[in-house]
């Protein structure tokens, strides 16, 4: 007995030290566990080859609700030991269980503000509620997960839009034609209808239905196909419809992959030799031929592959094989839609050849096809770029120079005009006194002079030059100079350029002489819309219209490390989205020469300082955004690396693709009103009130550029409370607008 109490004392001892040595858990594995706890009791409900009483049984039970308002608390990053409000999940659960959730009592709606404006309300749900969508939220993906096929993307566990952008980049060979479909649908009774349907394939429980359909008639669901972009983290976005739409898209998938295979099967001129598949296809092959299945439009002697990428409701197709097969399939899948799934194309989209120089636009990112150097090509790419910037060098130094000499003419002339003011060195027969006759009496001999010079620049007619100074260079001092240095110096840019020119040529029939060898290999390249993301620099004020960086104004009144934080969520999520991007670098150069630029003079006005003075003094705070390209940068990009990891797109939804929004300082709060932070479950006093401001309401697919692109303008100007934690969680994109109640004074 006492070897049995000294070896049970051990045991306990030993779990102690483990607790105690442990590292704390992450928020994604504090979900994941939750998860868990929730998938066993699924399990449980399983018999018959179905899920019964999923209500009743899971979803009605005060634990998992429990558990379902702890994954709300962890996705809004608060600590689950705080108390977060009074909600009562005995109580909940008895109102599901006997039919009496009110789900209509537990939204509230926000409507947009002004006559001129058409007037749109946007429908919330409160608390009790949001906990019942999480809660069937977990049991559907706990139900669907091993169903929903390898190609569909988005708000899935590991299959979020990088894997999304890898499989189009590593997954898919280059093709020969690819097109996009943008299905745009509000949902309604017949879409809602059939998607209960096909979920009683593997469901029977008709008061889970029938609380989704209250939800739907409530219209606390906020399903639309092609509305507002799926998984950015804004408010409108509910935590249910994701998983419902994927439920109603896999019947698309399901299609897709049985066209697929009919497609490829009837390939008569398949090479058996060389795939390891040619058996599988030829039984296809003679299976559908003994029964007569005959396809219309597809050519013999091709052959024919056909992949997809489908994240959410935007959808990748990559055809190889001639244009009819690919023009067939497409209207093939265009037809099931509008059919058999009651949506909406948009037939906008182009149908393009993956030759195309513009290539695809696709979750954000342009994505084109090119051919893969070879160490021939690159030699000629590195040797005529080493011309060309040579010769852009001996083009600056001409420019310069010629300028200093028009300074210095213009700096005599204006000498020139002063001495004539003396008496003993007036010439008067000079071209100056005749003019001076006109001056008027009491003007300064400066401004009399700049006068002069702009009339003579209307007079001259120069164009539109960029400014006087280059308009001396060209008009004055060239013309100067001696005829065999202007002519040498136009004969040396003029060889340059026949010589890059014909580089180029040379490149591109080396290109297209080595695609049609064997040895020749085509590669996916993923772009960064640079040009969009430069486009939104100046709409939030961080550019200007030249596109040099400024001083964004809404910014200054908050405090200065709530000013740095805005600044690094942008670069957080740009290193995050565009790394694997193949113009990286230019993303890279936006971040050290436009974003922290603007950061320091929006501290600098914050201040009245000079631009130096905040960088020293807030040297240590700007590090987290890159000055460089180089080490910084790098280092930046390795701990984000080890964060992605931390990412799921199934339990941390809405925060990996959640963009960046711009808010105001509204007010102080006053201590007779005191105000509590909006995020839900966070009970934090909060001393500050705060503005929404919407820039703009982008059109979907919309571009990633880093900032919201959709958020509803019902929600412009917008009061919430935050406290200092939430707000650096938002900025840095720790958390997204989901996890704020916007009904928090109702």
């Known amino acids: 007995m006492n070897l049995a109490s000294n070896l049970a004392c051990l045991v306990q001892e030993s779990d102690n030290v483990l607790e105690q040595n442990s590292k704390p858990k992450t928020r994604l594995e504090v979900k994941r566990f939750l998860a868990m706890r929730i998938k066993k009791k699924v399990k449980e409900q399983y018999m018959n080859g179905k899920f019964h009483d999923l209500l009743a049984k899971v979803i009605a039970d005060p634990n998992t609700l429990k558990d379902a308002y702890d994954c709300i608390k962890v996705t809004s990053n608060v600590d689950l030991t705080v108390d977060g409000g009074n909600l009562s999940f005995e109580s909940v659960a008895k109102d599901l269980v006997n039919g009496n959730f009110d789900v209509e009592a537990n939204t509230y709606s926000i409507s947009t503000k002004g006559a001129k404006a058409e007037k749109e309300e946007l ?93 739907f008639d409530a219209r606390a669901l906020n399903m639309e196909f092609g509305g507002f972009p799926k998984g950015h983290g804004l408010p409108q976005e509910g935590v249910l419809s994701p998983i419902l739409m994927n439920i109603y898209l896999d019947l698309l998938d399901r299609e897709i992959f049985r066209m697929s295979m009919r497609y490829e099967a009837l390939d008569s001129k398949h090479n058996e030799e060389h795939s390891s598949h040619a058996r599988l296809r030829h039984w296809f092959r003679r299976q559908m031929n003994g029964h007569h299945v005959q396809q219309q439009n597809v050519v013999e002697n091709s052959v024919v592959r056909i992949h997809c990428c489908r994240f959410m409701d935007e959808i990748l197709f990559a055809i190889s094989g001639p244009k009819e097969v690919a023009t067939a399939f497409k209207s093939d899948i265009e037809k099931y839609l509008k059919n058999s799934l009651y949506l909406d194309v948009d037939n906008r989209n182009e149908f393009l050849a993956s030759s195309d120089p513009h290539g695809v636009k696709f979750l954000g990112t342009l994505i084109k096809r ?42 005599h002339g204006l000498k020139k005009v002063k001495e004539s003011e003396i008496k003993h060195l007036v010439d008067s027969n000079s071209i100056l006194s005749q003019i001076s006759l006109h001056r008027k009496s009491g003007t300064k001999t400066d401004h ?77 390249k993923t772009l960064a819309p640079t040009n969009f993301i430069k486009k939104r620099l100046f709409r939030y004020g961080l550019t200007n219209k030249e596109g040099y960086a400024c001083t964004c104004h809404l910014l200054i009144v908050l405090d200065d490390d709530q000013i740095i934080h805005w600044f690094s969520g942008i670069v957080r999520r740009w290193l995050r989205w565009y790394k694997e991007c193949d113009n990286y670098n230019e993303v890279k150069l936006m971040i050290s020469s436009q974003i922290r630029l603007s950061c320091i003079r929006t501290l600098a006005a914050k201040y009245r300082i000079h631009e130096t003075v905040v960088e020293r003094k807030f040297d240590l705070a700007l590090s987290r955004i890159p000055s460089t390209q180089e080490i910084e940068l790098e280092e930046a990009n390795d701990e984000l690396t080890s964060q992605e990891s931390k990412l799921d797109g199934a339990l941390t939804y809405g925060i990996n693709c959640s963009g960046l929004c711009l808010v105001s300082l509204a007010r ?18 909060v001393s500050r009130i705060y503005r929404l401001h919407v820039m703009e309401r982008q059109k979907f697919p919309g571009w990633k550029t880093g900032f919201s692109s959709a958020i509803h303008p019902a929600l412009h100007r917008r009061k919430l409370g935050l406290c200092k934690q939430h707000l650096k969680d938002l900025f840095l994109g720790d958390v997204s607008l989901q996890s704020i109640d916007f009904g928090a004074w109702r």
């Open 123 to 215: 429908v919330f749900s409160k608390l009790n509620l949001r906990v019942v969508q999480e809660a069937i939220r977990v049991v559907l993906d706990v139900v669907y997960r091993p169903h929903f096929s390898k190609f569909s993307h988005g708000f899935r566990s590991g299959r979020c839009h990088w894997s999304a952008l890898r499989y189009i980049s590593k997954g898919i060979p280059c093709p020969d034609w690819w097109f996009t479909l943008h299905i745009r649908k509000k949902v309604d009774d017949s879409i809602l209808t059939k998607l209960l349907s096909s979920m009683e394939e593997k469901i029977e429980d008709p008061r889970l239905f029938a609380i989704i359909r209250s939800m």
């Open 370 to 411: 090119d051919l893969k150097e070879t160490s021939a090509v690159r030699v000629v790419h590195k040797l005529k770029e080493k011309v060309r910037l040579f010769t852009e060098q001996r083009q600056e130094s001409w420019e310069m120079g010629t300028i200093r000499i028009g300074r210095k003419w213009l700096g």
């Open 448 to 524: 009399w002079y700049k006068i002069l010079l702009k009339i003579w620049i209307q007079d001259a007619n120069v164009g539109n030059m960029e400014n006087e100074e280059v308009i001396l260079a060209k008009q004055i001092v060239e013309p100067a100079l001696p005829q065999e240095l202007r002519d040498s110096y136009h004969e040396f840019q003029k060889r340059a350029k026949e010589y890059v020119s014909l580089e180029t040529a040379s490149t591109l029939a080396l290109l297209s002489g080595s695609s049609s060898s064997p040895d020749c290999v085509f590669i996916l």
């Open 668 to 685: 102080m709060v006053s201590p007779s009103r005191p105000c509590y932070c909006f995020v839900i479950g966070c009970s934090a006093a």
